[in-house]
């Protein structure tokens, strides 16, 4: 697949989802079981793309500059900071651990 | 009564939209940095319209993953709008154009604001408010991004490719707020820390989606 054909399956499939939501009657999907199993599901899949873009590099496990900047993070949504806030400040952090050479 | 309800929802939904368009900012200029051209970038924010699918694509897009994990990951975070759209069309009404362009429009934020309001007249407004103001400032603050990510140059030395683990980290940070969900997350952790120097890029998340699905099955057993 290209990264073209990719990005254009992956919004129809998207949409779709949100349109098929109109169609199905509500007593199928309001059902509290399929609730939380959504819940869920969202959940391991956030928690899991945290660690990919937090620890992975190509194959490996590395522990670099966006650790200290993920825990940053942590620590302003923790005191409920704003979203765009929390993203800024783990980009200076990374970015200043860097240029300082303290971490790659 | 009436117009204090609705002044509460349209004041909820430009304060939500306003935050969420400004972080559209960080999504163009990941994205660019991810490898997507400028178009790719602004496809994904006028199709897709959901964060959470489109940061797993340039995420995944970024370690190399290929096409079919990248498109069933995005797929499997998107299923919740499917279910808010069922929350919703009581909301929305009849009407082909109108419950088309409501699906389009139908995502966390939209229906939170809608489900906060009291009144069937504030719910409607707070909806439609919310998902067009987000979709305008949305789409207009990736495009500014994606130019600003490509006057950039290496993101790394910028921090990006931080700030799109602290961005994954903000949409996780408001469902592990009980201890179920945080339990499942740090499962999910652990199998992708265990799973990324074995299996293919791309895999990892997935099989951290199929372990949190048992998860939930588990749980349901033992609650039903």
């Keep these: 697949m290209t990264l073209w054909t990719t990005i254009l399956v992956a919004s129809a499939v998207v949409l779709g989802t949100k349109l098929l939501g109109y169609l199905v009657p509500a007593s199928v999907a309001a059902h509290p079981r399929i609730q939380r199993i959504s819940d869920v599901l969202t959940v391991a899949l956030l928690a899991s793309l945290v660690v990919t873009q937090t620890v992975a590099n190509g194959g490996a496990i590395v522990v670099d500059a966006r650790v200290a900047a993920l825990v940053v993070g942590a620590v302003l949504l923790r005191i409920r900071a704003p979203f765009i806030v929390v993203v800024m400040a783990a980009a200076a952090v990374a970015a200043a651990l860097r240029a300082m050479g303290w971490a790659a | ?224």
């Excluded at chain 2, 499997?76 to 279910?83: Q, S």
């Excluded at chain 2, 603050?141 to 490509?150: E, H, P, Q, S, V």
């Excluded at chain 2, 299996?199 to 588990?218: D, E």
């Design chain 2, 1 to 224: 009564m009436t117009s204090s309800t609705v002044r509460a929802s349209v004041s909820m939904s430009l304060g939500v939209a306003a935050a969420v368009s400004l972080y559209g900012i960080s999504f163009g200029a990941l994205a660019v940095a991810s490898g997507l051209d400028f178009w790719q970038t602004q496809v994904l924010s006028l199709f897709m319209f959901s964060g959470g699918s489109q940061f797993a694509v340039i995420g995944l897009a970024a370690t190399g993953a290929p096409g079919l994990s990248i498109v069933t990951a995005a797929g499997l975070l998107g299923v919740r709008n499917g279910l808010y759209a069922v929350r919703m069309s009581a909301v929305v009404g009849p009407g082909f154009w109108k419950r088309l362009l409501a699906g389009h429009w139908t995502i966390d934020e939209s229906t939170a604001v809608a489900i906060a309001q009291t009144e069937p007249r504030a719910q409607r407004i707070g909806f439609w408010l919310t998902g067009a103001a987000i979709f305008v400032g949305w789409n207009a603050m990736t495009a500014a991004g994606a130019i600003l990510g490509d006057a950039l140059g290496d993101p790394r030395t910028w921090g990006l490719d931080a700030a799109a683990a602290a961005a994954f980290l903000g949409l996780l940070w408001p469902r592990i707020q009980s201890r179920q969900p945080a339990a499942v997350a740090a499962v999910a952790a652990v199998i992708t820390v265990l799973t990324v120097p074995t299996a293919p890029a791309g895999l990892p998340v997935l099989i951290a989606a199929a372990a949190g699905i048992v998860m939930a099955i588990l749980a349901e057993r033992r609650h039903p």
